[in-house]
């Protein structure tokens, strides 16, 4: 007499073979490329690349001495550093519908539960960091430019160039962005059993110390955007303790059907 589970497999039946899956992961990153080529042939027209850098720009421009502007010291400047904005702007718009081929691909090998737990951190993880960006943007930008033009002497007038901008401003990006992440990499930990929440919680003082020592390395050397990384930082640790109480509760893996199928079995 054969031993056969209570309840069936979810992914039974969803196997593929191997060559199948390449074809569908290339079918999938097609389809990305497609839908960022349409973003950025949208932006091109409309506002179009050098509309797009003046708004990037727009937070520096705004604190230099009147008359002043950005300059260009490479003859292929001009035109490169607005491209790659507008590549970078299209792949920011294009961003959900990216990650919607991505979780259409993976979704189909992932447990109920497992996909109660991956779903909800991408698209989480995804508003977090735009967030990071845009708190970056509009608030830190404007204190730490107003802090480096007032310590600049009258003799010197700011001409700052494009491509240098632009690598402060994506790393400034970058750091906001993966700082907002702290949620994210908390109820990750908690939920692979790295840590306990409650050593989390005891984690606190740690985290704070860590944070303004981070803060202190990425950012300018001024107070105001320093407390605008740790700050939030410290927020965040405590929001991603909470949604880690919360996955951890809703996102457990039912009983294994073999465990069941072997107790029912003993039983009778």
């Known amino acids: 007499m054969s031993d056969t589970p209570s309840q069936e497999d979810e992914l039974a039946g969803t196997e593929q073979p191997f060559v199948q899956h390449l074809m569908e992961l290339r079918d999938r990153l097609v389809k990305a ?135 402060f401003v994506l790393s400034m990006f970058l750091a906001f962005g993966l700082a907002f992440e702290v949620p994210i990499a908390v109820v990750v930990l908690a939920r692979m059993g790295v840590v306990s929440v409650e050593k989390l919680k005891s984690f606190r003082g740690y985290f704070v110390v860590g944070a303004f020592v981070v803060a202190a390395v990425v950012t300018p050397p001024d107070v105001v955007s320093q407390l605008a990384l740790a700050v939030p930082m410290c927020i965040l640790y405590e929001i991603g303790i909470w949604a880690a109480q919360v996955f951890i509760k809703h996102t457990k893996a039912p009983e294994n059907a073999d465990d069941q199928a072997a107790s029912s079995s003993s039983s009778s």
């Open 33 to 167: 490329i497609i839908a960022i080529a349409v973003a950025a042939a949208f932006l091109f027209f409309f506002p179009g690349p050098g509309p797009l850098y003046d708004f990037l720009a727009a937070p520096l421009v705004a604190h230099l001495p009147k008359g002043a502007t950005l300059i260009a010291t490479s003859v292929i400047s001009p035109f490169m550093v607005p491209l790659k904005i507008l590549l970078m702007a299209a792949f920011l718009l294009a961003l959900p519908f990216v990650l919607w081929q991505v979780w259409a691909f993976v979704a189909p090998g992932l447990y109920s539960h497992e996909k109660k737990l991956v779903l909800p951190l991408v698209v989480s993880s995804t508003l977090l960091f735009f967030i990071g960006v845009a708190f970056c943007y509009f608030f830190v930008f404007g204190q730490v430019f107003a802090f480096i033009q007032s310590f600049a002497p009258k003799s010197i007038t700011a001409a700052p160039d494009i491509e240098a901008y632009l690598s």
